[in-house]
């Protein structure tokens, strides 16, 4: 019995080591209030995106979710204003992985609300497929779609005081590579539809946000508007929700024993958001509220340029 009891202490001990000291985040600690302010929050009707929707909403802030799913997006807003007190949380439907809904979401809000102080691309999933205009899921989801919402949105944001653009990428940007080649053969950055090329696709278009951020801070110097990308930390969300069954079965397992949390996934986000003289680090990229070290590739100038013409092109712009 001692050497059991010994064994299970041993194995709670090297369980709480590995969790506390590799996957639990810092938490971003402010008493900043948004009162009068405008934020957008893509992919919001679950996991990070929801709960960073419902602390800018406890901090009075004017919160768009801007989702696909229409059920689930009217749900999360009547979540939201009974946790928050706040009846000024609205949804407006936003798909991604289609050009013109882009546009479209873009066009209802600028008609419709006067300011925008934050956006941000908080959307992001691990799926095989096409968009709507043919490009790979993950490459037009996460980085094409967002990408042309923030230039659509860019002169709203300009027009705030002090504005900021958040991008949530992903550590695993450190394995990701962007091939001109591919997107303009394939109109995606992997060659095949597996699990395995999914997860590729994924990774490369976390370097992409990362990318894009770095460009966007170039381009938007001078101006009253800064742009952070993070990485959330290992978090339990919906991101896998397209996997299949067997990756989900040994994914689970160790999501619920690991991972953060959605509320301790916020983390990193709400700092870039919120954090005050955070401007002169802007184009820079965060992870556990603090700044970190992106791969080289991410740090390269030239291939963030080169992606925005592209990302342009691809977009119509």
């Known amino acids: 019995m001692s050497v059991l009891l010994s064994v299970l202490v041993g194995v709670l001990a090297a369980y709480l080591?590995?969790?506390y000291c590799l996957f639990k985040g810092a938490r971003f600690k402010s008493n900043v209030t948004l009162k009068g302010k405008t934020a957008i929050v893509t992919g919001s009707n679950t996991g990070i995106g929801k709960t960073t929707a419902l602390d800018l909403a406890k901090r009075g802030a004017r919160v768009i979710l801007a989702c696909r799913n229409k059920e689930k997006a009217e749900a999360a807003v009547f979540d939201i204003r009974k946790e928050s007190g706040n009846p000024e949380v609205l949804y407006m439907h936003l798909d991604l992985a289609s050009l013109k809904s882009v546009r479209a979401f873009a066009?209802?809000?600028?008609?419709?609300?006067?300011?925008?102080?934050?956006l941000i691309n908080n959307a992001g999933l691990i799926a095989s497929g096409r968009t709507e205009d043919g490009f790979g899921m993950a490459f037009g989801?996460?980085?094409?779609?967002?990408?042309?919402?923030?230039?659509?949105?860019?002169?709203?944001?300009?027009?705030?005081?002090?504005?900021?653009?958040?991008?949530?990428?992903?550590?695993?940007?450190?394995?990701?590579?962007?091939?001109?080649?591919?997107?303009?053969?394939?109109?995606d950055l992997v060659t095949g539809q597996s699990s395995?090329?999914?997860?590729?696709?994924?990774?490369?278009?976390?370097?992409?946000?990362v990318l894009f951020t770095r460009e966007l801070a170039n381009r938007l110097e001078g101006t009253?508007?800064?742009?952070?990308?993070?990485?959330?930390?290992?978090?339990?969300?919906?991101?896998?929700r397209n996997?299949?069954?067997?990756?989900?079965?040994?994914?689970?397992?160790?999501?619920?024993?690991?991972f953060l949390d959605p509320e301790g996934g916020a983390q990193t986000t709400l700092y870039c958001a919120l954090q005050e003289g955070l401007e002169p680090l802007s184009g820079r990229y965060f992870s556990s509220c603090a700044l970190q070290n992106v791969s080289a590739q991410g740090r390269d100038d030239a291939l963030a340029r080169k992606l925005w013409e592209v990302s342009e092109r691809l977009c119509g712009l």
């Open 17 to 19: 080591l590995i969790y």
């Open 107 to 118: 066009e209802t809000f600028l008609k419709s609300e006067p300011r925008l102080d934050l």
């Open 141 to 187: 989801v996460n980085h094409l779609g967002h990408f042309l919402l923030t230039l659509l949105l860019l002169d709203r944001l300009k027009q705030a005081e002090h504005s900021r653009v958040v991008n949530v990428s992903a550590l695993l940007h450190r394995l990701g590579s962007v091939d001109f080649n591919l997107l303009n053969t394939h109109k």
């Open 196 to 209: 395995w090329h999914a997860f590729r696709a994924y990774c490369h278009s976390k370097l992409c946000n």
């Open 224 to 240: 009253s508007v800064t742009c952070y990308c993070l990485h959330p930390g290992v978090i339990t969300t919906e991101i896998g």
């Open 243 to 258: 996997m299949g069954v067997l990756h989900k079965l040994l994914f689970l397992p160790m999501s619920k024993l690991f």
